[in-house]
């Protein structure tokens, strides 16, 4: 049998096909980054997040880091 691979797609933030259908999560957590996000778009604190979830507030500032990375690559142009 093959042993799933973890991935760190970002620092504190790995895929593993194994855990939530390979969706990137916190390092060592089940945590789902989306989760994390949408927490703090309705407006819960760096903190208030960290204690939900059972985190550090620098894994969700990880998040955070993770999340403009990838906007910032990201092409949207008006047509």
Do not use: C, W
Not at 13 to 25: C, L, M, Q, T
Not at 55 to 73: G, W
């Amino acid at each position: 049998m093959a042993q799933a691979r973890v991935k760190e797609i970002a620092p504190g933030i790995v895929v593993d096909p194994a855990v939530r259908f390979g969706k990137p999560v916190i390092k060592g957590t089940r945590v789902p980054i989306t989760v994390i996000l949408e927490q703090l778009a309705l407006g819960a604190t760096v903190q208030e997040v960290a204690d939900e979830y059972g985190v550090q507030p620098e894994d969700v500032l990880a998040v955070l880091r993770y999340a403009h990375e990838v906007i910032s690559n990201e092409e949207v142009r008006a047509v």
